[in-house]
């Protein structure tokens, strides 16, 4: 039986598979959302569920995970590309 890796949500702590979750990452100063999971760089992840979007940028989440303030605009990005990913399946 094949290890499956698993990450922890910054939101609500709960364990899920590597592939099911989406890893932020800072890299050269910068916040990206990592697709692949392969970049350099400090990572953090987020499940994404809705409960957990709601909850993101009330509990400064990724300012934890990064242990620094993170700007407004990196929460709106993580939580548009779950927006974005619901209109896909909409539409």
């Not at 890299?27 to 987020?46: S, V």
């Not at 990005?77 to 909409?90: G, I, M, P, Q, R």
Request: with cysteine.
């Amino acid at each position: 039986m094949k290890h499956i890796p698993q990450r922890t949500c910054i939101c609500c702590r709960k364990k899920f598979a590597k592939e099911q979750v989406l890893r932020i990452v800072k890299y050269n100063g910068q916040f990206l959302i990592d697709e692949n999971q392969k970049h350099d760089g400090r990572g953090a992840y987020f499940c994404g569920s809705e409960e957990c979007q709601k909850k993101l940028l009330k509990s400064r989440g990724l300012d934890r995970a990064f242990k620094e303030r993170v700007n407004e605009s990196v929460y709106q990005l993580v939580l548009n590309h779950f927006t974005d990913k619901k209109d896909d399946e909409n539409g």
